[in-house]
C-alpha cells in the first residue's frame, strides 16, 4: 500500500513564479515530515522538513505546508529558479512505530523554464 | 569531500550471482541505512544500523539479502543469488541519531541483473 503519495509525476513552471508540489498520506502516525531533491546521478539531498506540531515551516525560498487534518503537505517554492529543476520526493517518519525508517513517496519532476 | 559515498557506482552481475557493495557514512554519523529505489518510484526502506547493530529490517528484505556494519563504520550490503527483480539503485543514508530523520544520501549503486 502506498501510505505517501505524490499524485502528480511533473510540474513545469516559468523562472520567477511559485511551484507548488503536493504530497498526500494516510498513516496517522506519521509524526515527521521532509522534503527531498534528487538531480539525475545523485542521491536524494534533505531539503526541508516539518514536525506534526506545526503546521509551517520556512527556509529561504522554501515553505512546507501541513495539513494533519486532511493528511496533506505541501512544498512551495518562491521564485522558482531553473537550478530547481529535479526530482522532489516528499517522505514521511512514525517515530513512535517505525523508528528511523522514512516512507517516501513516488516523486515529482520540477521542471522550471528560463 | 565529507558526505557519504557509495562504491560501486555500477555494477552488471549475471543471474545466480552474488554482489557486494559498500557504503561509508559521514563519519560523525552513528546511524547508516540501505535504501531501494526502481525506476518512478521513490526510495523503499530495507535496513538500518546504530553504531554496529541492525535495530529494524524491512520485509523487504529477504533471505537472500543481509547488510553488516561490524565496527559501526562502513557497512556492505549483500545479495546472494541475485534475480532480474534485484535490479534497482541501492541507496546508503546516515544521520546522527539525535537527528534522525534528517538522513544524507549517497549517490548510490545502480545494479542491473542480467
Known amino acids: 500500500d502506498q501510505q505517501v503519495k505524490q499524485n502528480s509525476p511533473s510540474l513545469s513552471v516559468q523562472e520567477g513564479r511559485i511551484s507548488i508540489l503536493n504530497c498526500d498520506y494516510t498513516?496517522?502516525?506519521?509524526?515527521?515530515f521532509l522534503w527531498y531533491k534528487k538531480y539525475p546521478a545523485e542521491g536524494p539531498t534533505f531539503l526541508i522538513s516539518i514536525s506534526s506540531i506545526k503546521d509551517k515551516n520556512e527556509d529561504g525560498r522554501f515553505t512546507v505546508f501541513l495539513n494533519k487534518s486532511a493528511k496533506h503537505l505541501s512544498l512551495h517554492i518562491v521564485p522558482s529558479q531553473p537550478g530547481d529543476s529535479a526530482v522532489y520526493f516528499c517522505a514521511a517518519s512514525a517515530r513512535e512505530t517505525s523508528g528511523s525508517r522514512l516512507t517516501f513517496g513516488e516523486g515529482t519532476q520540477l521542471t522550471v523554464n528560463p | 569531500d565529507t558526505g557519504v559515498s557509495q562504491n560501486p557506482r555500477h555494477k552488471i552481475t549475471k543471474r545466480g550471482q552474488n554482489v557486494t557493495f559498500r557504503c561509508d557514512p559521514i563519519s560523525e554519523h552513528n546511524r547508516l541505512y540501505w535504501y531501494r529505489q526502481t525506476l518512478g518510484q521513490g526510495p523503499e526502506f530495507l535496513t538500518y544500523?546504530?553504531?554496529?547493530?541492525?535495530?529494524?529490517k524491512s520485509r523487504l528484505l529477504s533471505d537472500r539479502f543481509s547488510a553488516e556494519r561490524p565496527k559501526g563504520s562502513f557497512s556492505t550490503l549483500e545479495i546472494q543469488r541475485t534475480e532480474q527483480g534485484d535490479s534497482a539503485m541501492y541507496l546508503c543514508?546516515?544521520?546522527?541519531?539525535?537527528?534522525?530523520?534528517?538522513?544524507?544520501f549517497g549517490p548510490g549503486t545502480r545494479l542491473t541483473v542480467t
Open positions: 544500523f546504530q553504531n554496529e547493530a541492525q535495530l529494524e
Open positions: 543514508a546516515s544521520s546522527l541519531s539525535r537527528r534522525s530523520h534528517e538522513q544524507y
Open positions: 498513516n496517522s502516525m506519521f509524526d515527521y
